[in-house]
């Protein structure tokens, strides 16, 4: 079984084994260049089967995701790309281009019935509701690429786009607005860069 017990206080508490956090942080990188693997709809499916299960503020889910995967769809991605990360895009076996929902509230029944109340609010103050989806898709992001790194898959996150060019191109209508882009796929460990300094605890962190 690959997790650990810690028993306190009388409770009982399960966390993963140190190997699954190898793979999900300790080890994990953001790879720059790839392996000639695909990724198939399978994994795809199943990478959003676990992404989708944290929490957004009342379930509220304003993430929305285009899987560019064929090569007919990366050629449409390529142009709204800044040249500099045009080759690694074009390499990842997939990118997922992932969208705000700037309506998310027109879901509230299905998603968060005990908020339906919220949606007038959101509607009135648009300053409010533009913060609350751009907030919580984000967290939803970073839970995809969490997920990605669970099954085995490594991810290339990246902001170097045209947002108006992906939007035009992925989300017509307007409604569904670019956040950011991840390249999924199996890293080429020859791409690696060396790893950043991270802050210490008490660089950034108080208890209070």
């Known amino acids: 079984m690959d997790a650990k017990t810690n028993r306190t206080a009388g409770a009982t508490r399960e966390h993963v084994a140190d190997t699954s956090l190898d793979l999900i942080f300790r080890d994990a990188r953001t790879y720059y260049g790839w392996l000639p693997k ?109 997920a990605a790194r669970a099954l085995g898959l490594d991810c290339g996150p990246m902001s170097g786009f045209l947002h108006d060019a992906v939007d035009e191109t992925f989300f017509p209508g307007g409604r569904v607005k670019s956040n950011f882009l991840v390249n999924i796929g199996y890293g080429d460990p020859a791409s690696l860069r060396p790893r950043g300094a991270r802050f210490g605890f008490d660089d950034v962190c108080q208890i209070l």
Request: net charge neutral; hydrophobic share 45%; charged share 25%.
């Open 38 to 146: 695909p990724v198939e709809e399978a994994d795809l499916r199943a990478l959003y089967e676990l992404a989708k299960l944290p929490p957004t503020s009342s379930n509220i889910c304003p993430q929305r995701i285009v899987f560019v995967k064929s090569a007919e769809a990366k050629e449409r991605l390529k142009p709204c790309l800044k040249p500099g990360n045009v080759d690694k895009t074009m390499a990842a076996s997939v990118t997922a281009v992932l969208g705000v929902d700037t309506a998310f509230y027109e879901h509230l029944e299905t998603l968060a019935p005990h908020a339906v109340g919220r949606r007038e609010v959101y509607i009135a103050d648009p300053d409010l509701a533009w913060r609350a989806a751009f907030r919580n898709a984000t967290l939803q992001g970073a839970y995809l690429i969490l």
